[in-house]
């Protein structure tokens, strides 16, 4: 029986976990960001009194027109800084303008885009190893493995494109999580539909 010849091209063609990330889309930060600048606009407008206010405002005007601004976009808090220890940018009515010209200026400058990544997501972004996300007392909180799986699935399961959990399982073996870790990340996310 004659031995089969390797083929050349085969060191050249992706494996099937590489090739599960083909329709992979990076996230586009775009509409959130037209968003929350749509936002602080309707924010300012209402704030000047232009435009009355429906539903709940991401303002609230205290004690000799102060204001905290607490930008939001799909439901979840945008963090105006991780060195500030509020989640509200503190100012007054005569300098919100000015607040929300250079808020604008920064969501289009891409400042904010991991939040938004996130509210868009359901997931904290964990591309930094450790992942971290800073707590009340501005300390840092770092996620186990087992954690940064269970977000890396919830991202990639969901969305225009959501992937296959072999797909996923995959995706995730190739950036190093064991299989132990994505076991129990699956577990503990169907441990939570139960719940």
Same mark, same amino acid.
């Given at each position: ?14 494996? !099937? ?15 959130? &960001? ?19 206010? #429906? ?12 204001? &905290?601004? $607490? ?9 105006? +800084?991780?060195?500030? $220890? @509020? ?5 007054? /009515? ?6 929300? !010209?250079?808020? /604008? ?23 930094? /190893?450790?992942?971290? +996300?800073? @707590? ?10 087992? @954690? ?8 990639? +399961? ?5 992937? +296959? !959990?072999?797909?996923? &399982? !995959? ?6 999580? @064991? ?9 503990? #996310?169907?441990? $939570?539909?139960?719940?």
């Amino acid at each position: 029986m004659a031995e089969q010849q390797a083929n050349p091209l085969d060191a050249l063609m992706l494996d !099937e976990s590489e090739d599960a990330l083909f329709d992979f889309k990076p996230f586009d930060p775009s509409e959130g &960001r037209a968003t929350l600048v749509k936002n602080a606009a309707r924010s300012l407008r209402q704030v000047n009194k232009e435009v009355g206010v #429906r539903g709940e405002p991401d303002w609230v005007i205290g004690h000799e027109g102060r204001i &905290r601004y $607490k930008p939001v976009l799909n439901g979840k808090p945008i963090r105006v +800084s991780p060195a500030q $220890k @509020t989640d509200y940018f503190p100012t007054t /009515t005569q300098q919100f303008g000015a607040l929300v !010209e250079q808020f /604008t200026a920064a969501v289009e400058a891409g400042a904010y885009d991991d939040q938004i990544e996130a509210a868009y997501e359901g997931t904290r972004p964990v591309a930094a /190893t450790p992942a971290r +996300s800073a @707590t009340k007392s501005g300390t840092a909180r770092v996620y186990d493995n087992v @954690t940064k799986a269970s977000f890396k699935i919830n991202g990639l +399961s969901r969305g225009a494109n959501p992937k +296959s !959990e072999k797909e996923i &399982r !995959e995706a995730l073996l190739k950036e190093g999580f @064991t299989k132990e870790d994505i076991d129990a990340a699956y577990k503990r #996310r169907a441990d $939570k539909k139960k719940a």
